[in-house]
């Protein structure tokens, strides 16, 4: 009896250690449907630059990949562009390397805003100062979800990860374009041989 009572709260502590993997709040970005809208758990950096809760802001009705809603990014002629933050339950520590994934899209229609961009991840230090760009995706032209898998190592710990709508690489004229966002798996420590 005594070593089933051992046996028990042996497996018991072994399950309860923590997984190492960092989840973000609110992964599939949930919440009612709007144009200048955040999800619970996310914000914007950009004042008066806020992302859409899609479907159903101005007339998208592209359906979400898990759950009921998704994000849209967009970028302007001007120059500006649309962006989507969190603060980690726990930072990156600086010089390791973490993986995850997310799916993303392109809406063909999206009032105007048609042409396709990228994703841009930046990550700002528990320091302050500028952010570092820790990943960027492929130019996003697919209207279909895709998951697109990113290793992120940053240079000193990052306490909070900023998603960003960007232009193609290499264009010299900006344009109006965007991107679709959603269901980001946890961050975990990279497997490397």
Not at 34 to 49: D, E, L, N, R
Not at 114 to 126: A, H, Q, V, W
Request: proline content about 7%; charged content about 20%.
């Amino acid at each position: 009896m005594q070593n089933l009572v051992f046996l028990f709260l042996s497996l018991a502590t072994f399950s309860a250690q923590p997984s190492g993997k960092i989840y973000f709040r609110n992964p599939s970005f949930e919440g009612a449907p709007g144009a200048g809208k955040c999800p619970k758990g996310w914000y914007s950096g950009y004042q008066g630059s806020t992302p859409d809760m899609l479907p159903g802001a101005w007339e998208v009705m592209f359906p979400a990949q898990d759950g009921k809603t998704c994000v849209g990014l967009i970028v302007r002629e001007d120059g500006t562009r649309e962006d989507i933050s969190q603060a980690l339950a726990e930072p990156l520590v600086g010089g390791k390397c973490y993986a995850f994934a997310l799916y993303l899209a392109h809406a063909p229609r999206y009032v105007g805003y048609n042409k396709p961009t990228r994703l841009r991840i930046f990550g700002y230090s528990d320091k302050g100062g500028k952010p570092e760009l820790l990943a960027s995706s492929v130019l996003i032209d697919h209207a279909d979800w895709r998951q697109y898998k990113f290793e992120l190592s940053p240079s000193s710990n990052v306490t909070q990860l900023v998603f960003e709508a960007d232009y193609a690489p290499g264009i010299v004229f900006k344009y109006k374009g965007n991107l679709l966002i959603d269901n980001c798996s946890p961050l975990e420590k990279c497997v490397r041989a």
